[in-house]
């Protein structure tokens, strides 16, 4: 679980749950994506000018011809050589199929291939300047963003030799530990009672672990230890990395795990010597004056 305070992972990254091609992600600190999203806009803007300024100087350059062609197909070389946007060229190919009907044979079909060209330049970078703005952004509304953590993982004491140099650490890594499971356990109850919002809970875990519970089994130790016999087991069914725990990572990198624990109360009635001071089964135990000892037996003794 990575708390709140843990920063986002600021560049180029890939989200597997995508792929790598639609889950390539940029992802911007707040200050600076809405200068990101307004350049991405200019910037679709005049690559797609430009390149409409190419194509129609090249088709200009590929039908200009010296052997006589009619009047429809030289106005289509006045709208190339006048590169006119994508939607004004649209626009003068219709017309020119609408004004030469009925004067030349089939003129929709000597305007329709360039009205098309017009019309899917212009719905490309349609979708391009929309799609500009899927910038993962550090944010509160529930954008993915990637964890970065340098001091990710389990804390490993160096040395034992400075006792002073450790003790503050491990004293804060134990005080961040009880913060992190003290938050673990509230928001275990909040959202599986559904008490918080969907993002407030998915901002801790991407999906709810489901597990289930099976009462009135039998008892998994002797059947005269557990009271009446009985026993009952939890199981967590199969638990994803990558969609329980949030780890990123490619498909052939995924892993997945299943915790099955059984609980059952014993009892004491035979398995348990009352309270006494003789030390002759305990024989290494140098108790304090007065001292008593209460004894259980549910297993061998080593």
């Known amino acids: 679980m990575a708390s709140t305070a843990t920063p986002a992972y600021t560049g180029v990254w890939i989200n597997w749950n995508y792929g790598a091609i639609k889950g390539a992600t940029l992802t911007v600190p707040t200050q600076n994506a809405f200068y990101l999203v307004a350049f991405l806009a200019v910037f679709t803007g005049i690559t797609s000018s430009h390149l409409w300024s190419i194509l129609c100087y090249i088709l200009f350059q590929f039908r200009s011809t010296v052997t006589p062609q009619d009047g429809q197909h030289h106005q289509h070389q006045v709208i190339f050589r006048n590169h006119h946007t994508p939607d004004s060229a649209l626009w003068q190919f219709l017309n020119s199929a609408l004004f030469w009907r009925g004067k030349k044979r089939l003129p929709v079909l000597a305007a329709l291939p360039w009205a098309l060209l017009a019309l899917l330049h212009l719905l490309a970078f349609t979708i391009a300047g929309i799609m500009s703005a899927r910038v993962s952004l550090v944010t509160d509304n529930g954008s993915d963003v990637l964890v970065a953590g340098s001091s990710c993982g389990s804390w490993k004491r160096v040395s034992s030799d400075d006792t002073e140099s450790w003790r503050p650490l491990s004293t804060a890594f134990l005080s961040s530990l009880a913060h992190d499971l003290d938050t673990a356990s509230t928001m275990t109850t909040l959202c599986g009672n559904k008490s918080f919002s969907t993002g ?41 990395s990558h969609g329980h725990f949030g780890i990123n990572a490619p498909a052939a990198d995924r892993f997945s795990l299943r915790i099955v624990m059984e609980c059952a109360p014993i009892t004491r009635d035979g398995f348990m010597q009352d309270w006494h ?15 008593k000892f209460l004894e259980f037996f549910y297993g061998p003794h080593y």
Do not use: H
Request: glycine share 4%.
């Open 200 to 240: 407030d809970c998915t901002s801790y875990a991407p999906q709810e672990i489901r597990w289930s519970m099976i009462s009135n089994i039998y008892c998994p130790f002797a059947p005269k230890m557990c009271i009446d016999n009985k026993a009952v087991r939890f199981n967590s069914g199969s638990i994803s």
């Open 277 to 291: 001071n003789k030390t002759d089964t305990l024989p290494n135990m140098q108790p304090y004056e007065g001292e």
